[in-house]
């Protein structure tokens, strides 16, 4: 099992995170921003992970540098995202700033249950490993864009940065849907994420695997073998949001924050061959 920092001094760790994007003659400003917004929020995870990396003291189950980073992911609860523009020159320069947060004692609960769960861990390094992938080709893309010498490459290629953009926010909502379920709301599934994870990437063949495998087994609770013919409580999920002071109406996946909501009320069934 895994030792980390005494859970009474844990505490709520804040960093801000930048990231930017100068724009090209191709380039709209949508892309520009979410290009930046995805450089501040990789920026944000990293500052995470490397500060858990001094924090977590490691005893009979190592716990690696890759795996901080694969946990973690769905952890970082971003509070607030500003985009500003800038002139370098002649040069837009479109720019990202975040204000993210993490507890260190849920993350600590979190690699715990996850250790544990096979679907859930094997799931998030697959998820991982291809976002790595996806960057690689984002930035390839973005080379043949600016290169492109014809109307119909300059097309092909904006529209290829656009499916990548939305396949890593996608598999982003996607991880973020198994850390909820697993540490947050076993026996609820976290449909709202996977809903919108599907509103950017149709063809995400994640999102099935996890509607299936979430829908129909329950995660084991840390430390605390399963029980024939029964079910641990339900929990409350994370839910979708918009800032404070703004109103439901529909935002842009960028623009999106995401935090737990206050406990439901919880739900007995019958005990008996019927889920608890």
Not at 20 to 25: A, I, L, S, T
Not at 62 to 89: F, P, S
């Amino acid at each position: 099992m895994s030792s980390f920092e005494d859970p009474a001094l844990a505490d709520i760790r804040v960093v801000n995170a930048q990231g930017e994007h100068r724009m090209g003659d191709r380039d709209t400003r949508e892309d520009a921003i979410k290009l930046a917004v995805d450089a501040a929020k990789r920026n944000a995870l990293e500052q995470v992970a490397v500060y858990l990396e001094s924090v977590t003291v490691v005893s009979d189950m190592d716990v690696t540098k890759d795996e901080i980073r694969t946990y973690t992911a769905g952890l970082v609860i971003v509070l607030t995202q500003q985009v500003t523009t800038t002139l370098d020159g002649d040069v837009v320069v479109i720019q990202a700033n975040l204000l993210a947060q993490m507890d260190t004692d849920e993350v600590a609960r979190a690699i715990t249950a996850l250790r544990e769960n096979e679907d859930a861990r094997v799931q998030l390094a697959v998820l991982k490993r291809e976002n790595e992938q996806l960057q690689e080709e984002l930035n390839t893309v973005t080379q043949t864009l600016g290169t492109a010498a014809t109307p119909e490459q300059v097309q092909q290629a904006a529209q290829k940065r656009k499916e990548i953009l939305n396949r890593v926010q996608s598999n982003a909502m996607v991880s973020q849907a198994w850390t909820s379920w697993v540490l947050v709301s076993p026996g609820g599934v976290p449909q709202g994420l996977l809903n919108s994870a599907s509103g950017l990437s149709p063809a995400n063949p994640h999102i099935a695997v996890a509607q299936q495998i979430i829908a129909y087994r329950q995660p084991r609770v840390p430390g605390q073998p399963p029980t024939p013919g029964s079910r641990p409580p339900q929990m409350p999920k994370h839910e979708m949001i918009p800032p404070p002071g703004v109103s439901g109406a529909s935002r842009t996946p960028n623009e999106m924050i995401h935090r737990a909501p206050t406990r439901p009320p919880q739900v007995n069934h019958p005990r008996g061959g019927e889920r608890r």
